[in-house]
């Protein structure tokens, strides 16, 4: 029988604790270089964001993502990651 595990992580806008795969990684790596992680295996600092517009708006408005990557992220930061949201996230 097998032991199918539910990989859990912190999304960055709740810190609750949720699935893996209801979340998008948001990595800043050695470089400085920001970018969306669709295979979850980049190397560098991630950070989860639930899929969803409400949550996209609130990490904005509280600054949330940027404390978390411990950089300044630019609107072009945000935009990548809601044009994810309305593509692969429905």
Do not use: H
Request: proline share 2%.
């Amino acid at each position: 029988m097998e032991d199918k595990r539910i990989i859990l992580r912190k999304e960055v806008s709740t810190n609750q604790m949720l699935p893996k795969v209801e979340l998008i990684r948001i990595v800043k790596n050695k470089a400085g270089e920001i970018f969306i992680d669709p295979t979850g295996k980049a190397n560098g600092r991630g950070v989860y964001l639930k899929a969803s517009f409400d949550s996209l708006s609130k990490v904005k408005k509280t600054r949330q993502l940027e404390r978390s990557l411990k950089t300044k992220l630019s609107e072009e930061i945000y935009i990548l990651i809601e044009n994810e949201i309305k593509e692969n996230w429905g």
